[in-house]
């Protein structure tokens, strides 16, 4: 006779919660920071390990020069490179100069930085002027968290530290995850849920759909009622507003950002406005300036959203 395994006492610990938590992980040689509200995915980000965080100011070095676009590719302490753009006409090869990360490196394009005017005079090259904003920090800044919930020592013990000179939350619901039985990453579905935050495709609970493409210009969003043939008075605007409330979700989760353009399915000028109403109460939940224009006649939103960083997709996961 097989005796089962022992049930680890700590699960319920661990279980997700209600309320609004935070769950880190380190996949490879980056920590993804998952934000749950209600036992819901609500936003994403990625940190790399191996990078300086956005907002660090340094002592860099010049690496070459590109006189034809006026640009410069600067070496950073952690031995990147990253790109310049406006770069002094007098700049020369090898030249020290003060500088700032203003946007972290993604899929096939170098972090970006910028000249400040730092006193580096007595400072020798790759010497840290002042470090960014972690991840974590800025989070802390964004949400109120009920719990922190990481596996990874060295994080835990900085999100401590940082938590003891700021006094963010109680740090009891800091908790650092220990459980041989079952991962962290696999507790929250960490590569289903990243799988799905850069899916094109994302199924509805109703059996509608919405399909997600981006172009250089644009994010187009398409409504299909798909797998959902249930007819009625407004049921398309139910649909609509379903569709609606998934998108402004995948908008934080994607980091989606400039014009967006959503076809939805075809509705009457009352639901129109309906619809336009209830965007509008979606725009104050999102974490960065987001505006609804207006619904043109062919039932096309047009969205604009602040941006600001890499979209989840132009992150090599």
Request: charged share 30%; aromatic share 8%; proline share 3%.
């Amino acid at each position: 006779m097989i005796r089962p395994k022992e049930k680890n006492a700590d699960g319920k610990i661990y279980s997700p919660i209600e309320g609004t938590e935070l769950i880190i992980v380190k996949k490879e040689n980056r920590y993804i920071y998952m934000v749950f509200e209600n036992k819901e995915l609500k936003d994403l980000e990625i940190e790399n390990c191996n990078e300086l965080p956005v907002g660090t100011r340094f002592a860099g070095k010049v690496d070459s020069l590109s006189p034809q676009i006026n640009a410069a590719y600067i070496l950073m302490p952690d031995k990147n490179r990253a790109f310049l753009k406006n770069a002094p006409k007098d700049l020369k090869c090898e030249s020290v100069i003060p500088v700032e990360i203003k946007r972290s490196s993604s899929k096939g394009k170098l972090a970006s930085v910028s000249i400040t005017d730092d006193d580096i005079e007595h400072k020798t090259v790759f010497s840290i002027i002042s470090y960014g904003k972690r991840t974590f920090e800025k989070l802390f800044g964004e949400y109120s968290f009920e719990r922190v919930l990481t596996d990874e020592d060295k994080l835990y013990s900085e999100i401590i530290q940082y938590n003891s000179a700021n006094e963010s939350m109680d740090e009891t619901k800091i908790i650092l995850y220990r459980d041989s039985m079952v991962s962290l990453g696999v507790l929250y579905s960490v590569t289903k849920r990243l799988e799905e935050s850069t899916s094109k495709t994302i199924w509805l609970k109703s059996g509608a759909n919405i399909f997600i493409e981006n172009t250089n210009a644009f994010t187009v969003i398409d409504v299909n009622s798909a797998k959902n043939d249930k007819k009625g008075e407004n049921s398309y605007l139910k649909i609509n507003k379903e569709a609606a409330r998934e998108i402004f979700r995948q908008m934080n989760i994607r980091n989606l950002s400039g014009i967006i353009l959503v076809d939805f399915i075809n509705m009457t000028g009352e639901e129109e406005k309906d619809l336009l109403d209830y965007m509008n109460k979606l725009c104050k939940d999102q974490k960065k300036y987001t505006k609804v224009v207006d619904i043109t006649p062919l039932g096309i939103a047009e969205i604009t959203r602040k941006k600001e960083g890499p979209t989840l997709g132009d992150i090599c996961i």
